[in-house]
């Protein structure tokens, strides 16, 4: 049976900042590859005008989101009690919110977002203000997404149970093969195969093989990415049951999951799950005021290769550093000490900011190149994301930063105040922006990319001080009947 990290709670505070973070960080950069290869693929193998294609693939993505983004807030209500039971190395009550988790996830996923999904995509996506081009190649992608997309959301799931838990080598080694997978599939399925010959130097025959699978470009893209999971969650559950890791099976098995956990659970996540659908909401809003811009389709695919893969060095990065702040966090509040983790959220802030200084560099001078990867090379697409890349080379800086605070005030429970800071900037300032030069019909990607910025910087700075206050740090979180 796996052992507790006592060096995440205790010892030099970089030490267990590093130990943790630099496996989420890599895992989230790999999670993020499949969707970089996934557009470079789709940019170069399917024909569409003003790369629509690819902004297929973005607004898609970013609908789907919307709708299941409740799902993913039980997986943050459950990281913060897996953490916080981490720290008093109570291996039964961790394990037992995880298990409940999944079941949670399975009856959702599969008995309602399945079959909505399916039937409202066409609603969906013309909330997007998306071309009728781009709905052509994204309505196929979001319904694989929700009919398909269980094991997305459970390798999402074990993934956080196991870094809350303080083991970050598993579902790194899961993520890695997921990736893998995610690209050979993707890379099949998206341009297609014909049959071909193979023949070796110095040989005088040849081998014709008669393999012929048929192109099937975003659709390819989409089932790479629910396909590629499945393997990744199967070894995850195998391993929980041989009892190689932190989490253990059920000491009783159900079908239905524990309402008595799945409210604690609820009542930490809910507000998070509330900002991610206001923040996703607000994301379908920005697609919807940069689709109505003189050529909308090129800016749309702009923003898709800039901001929701290039970009992801950043997020992808700061995301990682909000899962390891928010399991510090937790560890160290269950073990009786919230001021060394307040320090580990601090020391995984500052770690973050010069990754982004280093990122910042690349987008400023080499925007060109980058673009190029995708088959963005000719106007107004190009025009459009080397504009939007010097933006994010400073947006990147606030965002990482902020990313981290939060990850450490929610790791201790506290989701009610982000989601309001979420929401005050992601939603209020970004969309008031762009509001406000849209009715005075002045709007233009240069203020769309500004506003962006502005609404980084502003969460970046009511986050910090609200994590210079102490009071979030003493937040109760408990099932019922533990102590």
Not at 202 to 226: C, E, F, K, N, Q
Not at 441 to 451: H, Q, S
Request: charged fraction near 10%.
């Amino acid at each position: 049976m796996k052992s507790f990290d006592h060096e995440l709670v205790s010892g030099s505070v970089f030490r267990s900042v590093w130990k943790l973070a630099w496996p989420v960080i890599m895992l989230n950069l790999m999670n993020g590859v499949h969707g970089f290869v996934d557009h470079v693929l789709v940019g170069h193998f399917v024909a569409s005008g003003d790369n629509a294609a690819n902004a297929a693939i973005g607004v898609a993505w970013q609908v789907f989101l919307v709708v299941v983004v409740l799902i993913a807030s039980l997986f943050h209500g459950m990281n913060v009690l897996v953490s916080r039971y981490a720290g008093r190395r109570d291996r039964e009550n961790m394990s037992r919110v995880a298990y409940h988790s999944f079941l949670a996830t399975v009856w959702i996923m599969l008995g309602v977002m399945a079959p909505l999904g399916y039937f409202m995509a066409p609603w969906l996506l013309g909330l997007a203000h998306a071309d009728p081009e781009v709905r052509l190649h994204a309505l196929p992608y979001i319904r694989i997404l929700f009919t398909c997309g269980t094991p997305i959301f459970l390798m999402f799931m074990f993934t956080g149970a196991f870094q809350a838990s303080g083991d970050v080598k598993t579902p790194l080694f899961l993520g890695a093969l997921a990736t893998v997978l995610n690209v050979c599939i993707s890379a099949v399925l998206i341009p297609g195969v014909r049959p071909f010959d193979i023949s070796l130097p110095g040989m005088d025959w040849t081998v014709h093989v008669p393999l012929h699978i048929p192109a099937l470009g975003t659709s390819g893209a989409a089932l790479g990415t629910v396909l590629a999971p499945l393997v990744s969650v199967i070894i995850a559950v195998s391993i929980i049951f041989r009892r190689k890791t932190l989490l253990q099976p059920p000491a009783r098995f159900t079908l239905l999951p524990d309402f008595q956990v799945l409210r604690a659970v609820a009542r930490i996540g809910i507000p998070a799950g509330i900002q991610g659908v206001a923040l996703n909401i607000g994301g379908v809003a920005l697609l919807s005021f940069i689709g109505s811009l003189e050529h909308g389709s090129a800016a749309q695919a702009a923003y898709t290769i800039c901001y929701a893969q290039l970009f992801s060095l950043v997020t992808w990065t700061g995301l990682g550093l909000r899962s390891a702040a928010s399991a510090l966090m937790g560890q160290n509040i269950g073990a009786g000490d919230p001021s060394r983790g307040k320090a580990a959220v601090a020391m995984a802030a500052k770690l973050g900011f010069i990754w982004a200084v280093g990122v910042g560099l690349l987008f400023w001078f080499f925007p060109g190149w980058l673009l190029g990867l995708f088959g963005a090379t000719d106007e107004p697409i190009y025009g459009y994301g080397q504009s939007l890349l010097h933006y994010l080379a400073f947006s990147g800086l606030v965002l990482v930063a902020a990313q981290a605070l939060t990850g450490g005030i929610q790791g201790a429970g506290q989701t009610l105040l982000p989601m309001v800071i979420a929401m005050v900037t992601q939603v209020g300032v970004l969309l008031g922006i762009c509001a406000f030069f849209s009715l005075r019909g002045e709007l233009t990607p240069d203020r769309v990319w500004g506003a962006i910025l502005a609404s980084h910087a502003m969460r970046l700075a009511l986050t910090f001080a609200l994590f210079r206050t102490s009071r979030w740090a003493h937040t109760k979180v408990e099932l019922a009947g533990t102590a």
